[in-house]
């Protein structure tokens, strides 16, 4: 178990369930049963690549909790995943279904590649031998995969191809974020940076601002970031600065998104775009803006750069980008912090539509889905500071508490840990 629970990022999480945990009393049982994932799989992908060679690139699904319902999380594809990451991610996943209200549970996997070196042709082999070596563990009604960093709608038509293969039929459910031609859901595609700017829209409200007024700025213009960046400008924010793995960009007035976007789209990356200045990816983080998003990988706000972090309002995009020891740096001085289960919810609350739009046939409109989303979000949002209120306690704790309240719930009913 201990390369299980080693990593920095598990460590982290375990910190912030126990001091939830100790906060609403929760049952021991209940606690020690959630330290832990209920089953880790390791497997390993052999890959023929283009050049005949055969390369072996190592698999991890960790399926943490199923009291609520199927698992459900994410694949990375990324040269950083490790068991315990993904271990940490599962646990993550669980806590921010429970929070969001889904009849869902917490899983996560991925594989340690950097999926930028290989071509569309390995990319395909890869997904569809890692699809068949987790076959027994995945299904529509046991564990749900998804897009993460490093994986995108292609990956899951892949997963969602061979897993039916094997079926004899064609299994849409198996997968969420599929492209909508083959049974994914309309708004899904922007689904978690748009969920992203509803509780960007809630936190400023707490302190009297609108998004149409607020400086922004936007560590990662990936399939978050991007989305972030799109839904805030349509709504009048000015978003200052914005960064990808070529670097950062800054307009003292704002970027203009619509023309960023184009740029990326012609160019693939934001380094050059002609109407801003290029500036270091760790400027970024410091910049005096109103609400800072940082929508990359965990860890990039920590004790190094923690005493320059100048925005008011941090809202985390990517899953734990702000470390436990900086999060309470900030905490104390006065820095409201939108934690990830609850910020990037978005994703996994329009993966729920799209696997009940599966179930029964029947396929929503993009306004259908953006209002459904807009509910859960702000509703959660209203429950997790209605709690901090209560007891006092920064949103971090608070929604790591709204969630364990649900989960020991569930647990008791089901006679688990008891
Ligand atoms: N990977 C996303 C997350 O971390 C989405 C997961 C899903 O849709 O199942 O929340």
């Keep these: 178990m201990e390369s299980l629970t080693e990593g920095a990022l598990y460590r982290n999480t375990l910190r912030t369930l126990e001091s939830a945990g100790d906060l609403i009393k929760i049952n021991a049982n209940a606690l020690e049963r959630l330290k832990l994932p209920r089953r880790a799989v390791i497997v390993s992908v052999p890959v023929k690549m283009d050049d005949g060679r055969v390369q072996i690139f190592p698999g991890y699904r960790v399926q943490h909790n199923q009291t609520l319902g199927p698992f459900k999380g994410g694949l990375r594809y990324h040269q950083s995943v490790n068991l315990s990451e993904v271990a940490a991610l599962s646990m993550l996943m669980t806590f921010k279904n429970s929070l969001l209200g889904l009849p869902l549970g917490g899983a996560k996997g991925g594989i340690t590649v950097n999926p930028n070196l290989l071509s569309m042709n390995e990319l395909e082999h890869l997904t569809r031998r890692f699809t068949t070596e987790l076959n027994p563990f995945i299904g529509p009604d046991k564990d749900i995969p998804a897009p993460d960093v490093g994986t995108d709608s292609q990956t899951m038509a892949w997963m969602l191809d061979t897993y039916s293969m094997d079926s004899g039929f064609s299994q849409t459910g198996v997968v969420t974020g599929k492209p ?239």
């Design 180 to 418: 909508i031609e083959i049974g994914g859901s309309h708004g899904r595609e922007c689904a978690t940076g748009l969920g992203v700017v509803y509780t960007i829209e809630k936190a400023l409200a707490t302190r009297n601002r609108k998004i149409q007024d607020a400086k922004i700025a936007i560590q990662g213009f990936g399939k978050v970031g991007m989305h972030v960046a799109i839904e805030a400008f349509a709504l009048g924010a000015k978003i200052l600065a914005v960064s990808d793995v070529s670097g950062a960009i800054y307009h003292p007035e704002g970027i203009n998104i619509t023309q960023l976007k184009k740029y990326i789209d012609e160019n693939k990356v934001l380094k050059g775009f002609p109407n801003a200045q290029g500036i270091d990816g760790e400027e970024l983080l410091e910049l005096d803006v109103d609400v800072l998003a940082p929508c990359a990988l965990d860890g990039t706000i920590n004790s190094t750069n923690v005493d320059r972090i100048k925005a008011p309002i941090i809202v985390e995009g990517a899953n734990g980008p702000v470390t436990m020891n900086a999060n309470d740096e900030l905490c104390k001085k006065g820095v409201l912090i939108v934690p990830d289960i609850l910020a990037n919810g978005g994703g996994v609350v329009v993966s729920y539509f799209e696997w009940v739009q599966d179930i029964v046939w029947l396929f929503w409109q993009e306004d259908e889905v953006r209002q459904k989303l807009k509910t859960i979000m702000y509703r959660s949002f209203d429950t997790v500071w209605n709690f901090a209120q209560e007891k006092q306690e920064n949103l971090r704790i608070s929604a790591m508490g709204v969630s364990l309240q649900r989960l020991e719930k569930a647990m008791k009913l089901r006679g688990q840990a008891w």
